[in-house]
């Protein structure tokens, strides 16, 4: 770990708060990615079946 | 060679993005954490501002990416008035959080930046407060997709919406050259001048280097992530119309 002297609370705050939403972007974006892709493959399954 | 306009095919698009997307991804993960550590770890602190320096690694990158998505929701919002591409309006519709989370970044590491080094949290600066409005601006063009029933007449407003926020989008990036004026500095990296070491006011490589890396790292995560979140709007339209069909049989 850096020295990172009287600023340490600016600088980790900084990654800590910028990684926390990017990760989050990340994993509400494949989680919806997988959600409508299941609910889709559902529909058209549906629809074959009905005719 | 296809036109550019075969990817107007949803299809197509899904297909091409499904076979780019897991390199895509692993490039922009290898770029970012790379990027990152390498900021965060092996730079010295800077004999002005200490280690805040390191704030750089987030804070510029994002805030180019605030600007540039919007600029490409602006490409593709044109394309969806002039040419009715709907791949094009969903992937202005995707691209729509992840700008607002850049934004959100580039303000939050700002403010945490500002108050040690400026003495404050906030000031109503030109590039402060124009970035703030074009923040707002994500915040309704996101409302205003998910107000609107109709996929087209959604589309139509929201592309209407993206050309008027383009002006602040625009402000954001030039609102220290047009003013002059404020707290925040002017371009110091991307300067072309500044690029062919010819300026006072030239980055050092030993920060430069890694900041091209999380930029390289940051735009291509937006590339990847645009396409997974442009797939999923995709299928999220077609199963609309399939539900709006089951339920008139």
């Known amino acids: 770990m850096p020295d990172l002297g009287k600023y340490a609370e600016a600088v980790l705050s900084s990654y800590v708060l910028s990684i926390l939403l990017i990760v989050a972007m990340i994993v509400v974006s494949v989680r919806r990615s997988r959600k409508v892709k299941a609910a889709l493959e559902e529909i058209e399954k549906r629809g074959k079946s009905n005719g | ?249």
């Open chain 2, 1 to 249: 060679m296809g036109s550019i306009w075969e990817y107007a095919n949803p299809k197509k698009f899904i297909a091409t993005t499904d076979r780019l997307l897991p390199w895509v991804s692993a490039l922009a993960l290898v770029a970012l954490v790379g990027g990152l550590i390498w900021g965060f770890f092996f730079t010295p602190d800077d004999y002005k501002q200490g280690s805040t320096v390191k704030i750089i690694y987030l804070h510029v990158p994002s805030a180019l990416m605030a600007i540039n998505a919007w600029m490409m929701m602006l490409v593709a919002s044109l394309i969806w008035i002039v040419r009715r591409h709907h791949v094009s309006a969903l992937a202005a519709r995707a691209a729509a959080p992840i700008g607002a989370v850049m934004t959100l970044i580039a303000l939050i590491t700002g403010a945490i930046w500002g108050q040690p080094m400026w003495g404050t949290w906030w000031e109503w600066d030109p590039r402060l407060t124009s970035f703030l409005i074009l923040f707002l601006f994500y915040l309704g063009y996101m409302a205003l997709w998910a107000a609107i029933e109709n996929d087209d007449t959604a589309a139509d407003l929201t592309s209407i919406l993206c050309l008027v926020g383009s002006v602040f989008a625009i402000l954001s990036r030039y609102a220290v050259n047009f003013w002059n004026q404020g707290l925040h500095q002017g371009s110091s990296v991307m300067r072309a001048g500044a690029m062919m070491g010819d300026t006072e006011e030239r980055v050092s490589n030993v920060y430069a280097v890694p900041l091209f890396v999380c930029i390289a790292g940051f735009i291509l995560l937006f590339i990847a992530l645009v396409f997974l979140r442009t797939q999923t709007e995709i299928r999220a339209r077609r199963m609309r119309a399939l539900l709006a069909r089951e339920r008139m049989n």
